[in-house]
C-alpha cells in the first residue's frame, strides 16, 4: 500500500476489476498494477482473493480453459457487487475531504510563501 492510500484500498480494486470481467490470479495481479500503478505483492493480492471470498464476495471455481496447468477464475458475486458500489461511495466521500483538506492546505502554503516574502522584504 502507498502512503496515504486508504486502508484496504487493493480489496475495492479487485472488486472492480471482477465486476470487468472475471479473470484468474495472476492476470488480475497484472491488471491491478496498471490500475494502481504499483507493483503489488502476489501473496497479499492472493490473500485478499482468498478473504473475499470467506466473505461472499467473490467464488472461484478451477478451470482447464488454458493450456497448461489448471487455475482458478474468480468471479464477483452478488454480494461483492453491492459492496463495490458501497466502497465507491465512501471512497468519494474521503476523496471529498482529502480535496477540502488539500485545498487548504494549498492556501496555508500560499498565504506562508506571501507571508515570508513580506517579511523579507522589510
Known sequence: MREGE??????PCLLLLLDERPDHGYELIERLRLLCGVDNDA???YRALRNLERAGLV???WTTATPGPARRMYHLTANGAAVLAESAAALTRTRASIDAFLHRYA?????SRGAAVYRFQR
Open 107 to 111: 492556501r496555508r502554503a500560499e498565504n
Open 6 to 11: 486508504p486502508r484496504n484500498f487493493v480489496q
Open 43 to 45: 501473496s497479499g493480492i
Open 59 to 61: 467464488c472461484s471455481s
